[in-house]
């Protein structure tokens, strides 16, 4: 697949990754996207990496997503913890 196939892949796993962690990011719109692109890269590298699977050359490949997706919740779940509480501190 290519960087551009990586590209829309993390823009939609960060979409389903907002889905199914609603509410508000100190990001916003732009920061979820971003997360969800840097989720679908990091989510591909673990699962060649320590799941010794290979990542597939076709774009609706189902463990493709599904680690593109898990990439995109694990940067999200940490971005708000690390960030999450940064606006209420003033």
Request: hydrophobic share 50%; aromatic share 10%; no cysteine.
């Amino acid at each position: 697949m290519s960087i551009l196939g990586w590209i829309v892949l993390g823009l939609v796993a960060g979409v389903i990754a907002k889905i199914l962690l609603p509410g508000r990011d100190p990001g916003g719109l732009i920061g979820t996207t971003l997360i969800g692109i840097a989720g679908a890269f990091i989510g591909g590298w673990i699962s060649t990496k320590f799941l010794d699977r290979e990542i597939a050359n076709q774009f609706y490949d189902g463990p493709t997503w599904l680690a593109a997706i898990g990439g995109s919740l694990v940067l999200l779940i940490a971005y708000r913890i690390l960030f999450g509480h940064s606006r209420s501190r003033g």
